[in-house]
């Protein structure tokens, strides 16, 4: 193995072609500068120079030898400056999960100035519910991660940022009796076929939706499961029920659905989530995301 001071050494001889300048550029005696050159040609079984008493030339080893030791000298210098970077959270790299709710408030603007203005560190996006994000926080595949859950309902071992709080409305087929009406009371809602999500990706606000019906004396009748709040909206609009989403999905207009307030309806929250051992990198975006909240 060549260490980086033989190439140092080397190099500074190969430019000088001087020892003894070559030496004081060095500040090392010339010397133990020429002993560290016969070494280094001994471990690589080729002259690198050739010597005269009046001058030194590089050898066609040396000639071939010079553009890869100043290249391997250069990456060597930017290490430290890599490493000075990836511990200031300006290098490296993020995983981010989010549920798709999320993607129709802010967090596409957050993700654009951030990588405006942090163009060395990667993102890496998964969208994911919250049962899978958990997973792949245990599994350490996920470095933070946008969760939906009922208010003060939060994943244990994590820390979070409260980024938006929001009541839930009801989604209703355009056709139907109800939308005439501006705002809904509870009971209104309360009969409606439900297309809903399973408990598992979001068991508290799912909980919170039952004790709202719960509350009000009525047990939700439940026509069909389905994950993806898209396919949700696209259910209700072919008239298999309605569907309680967060109200920043009013956002995604899709022909025969309307959305509509009720009166006391439960909240939702989403939360930027993180491991407490999360690398700097990690910590620069969650403070990018504080940032935008603030602005």
């Known amino acids: 193995m060549i260490d980086l001071r033989s190439l140092r050494q080397f190099v500074a001889v190969a430019e000088e072609l001087?020892?003894?300048r070559a030496?004081?550029?060095?500040?090392?005696?010339?010397p133990p500068l020429t002993q560290a050159v016969r070494k280094l040609e001994a471990e690589l079984g080729a002259a690198l120079f050739e010597r005269s008493s009046r001058s030194v030339a590089l050898a066609p080893a040396g000639v071939a030898l010079l553009p890869a030791a100043r290249k391997l000298l250069q990456e060597a210098e930017g290490l430290a400056e890599l490493a000075r970077a990836a511990a200031a959270g300006q290098r490296g790299r993020v995983r981010l999960g989010f549920v798709?709710?999320?993607g129709f408030g802010e967090l596409p603007r957050w993700l654009k100035r951030f990588r405006d203005a942090h163009a060395d560190i990667e993102l890496s996006l998964r969208e994911a519910t919250l049962d899978v994000q958990l997973r792949?926080?245990?599994a350490g595949e996920l470095d933070a991660g946008f969760i939906i859950?009922?208010?003060g309902s939060l994943p244990p071992g994590l820390h979070a940022l409260t980024v938006a709080r929001e009541a839930m409305v009801l989604a209703l087929e355009a056709d139907g009796a109800l939308p005439r009406r501006s705002r809904l009371r509870a009971l209104d809602a309360l009969q409606l076929p439900l297309v809903i999500f399973p408990r598992e990706i979001a068991p508290s606000l799912f909980d919170a939706l039952l004790a709202f019906y719960r509350d009000h004396g009525a047990t939700p009748r439940i026509a069909q499961e389905a994950i993806q709040m898209q396919t949700i909206v696209n259910l209700v609009s072919a008239g298999m029920g309605a569907a309680w989403v967060p109200a920043s999905v009013m956002g995604l207009q899709r022909s025969g659905v309307v959305y509509k307030p009720v009166a006391g309806a439960p909240a939702s929250e989403?939360?930027?989530v993180w491991r407490d051992d999360a690398a700097p990198a990690v910590r620069r975006f969650v403070a990018h995301v504080k940032e935008q909240l603030a602005v």
């Open 18 to 20: 001087h020892f003894g």
């Open 23 to 30: 030496a004081a550029r060095l500040h090392m005696t010339q």
């Open 100 to 102: 798709s709710t999320v």
């Open 136 to 138: 792949a926080f245990d």
């Open 149 to 151: 859950h009922a208010p």
């Open 270 to 272: 989403t939360s930027l």
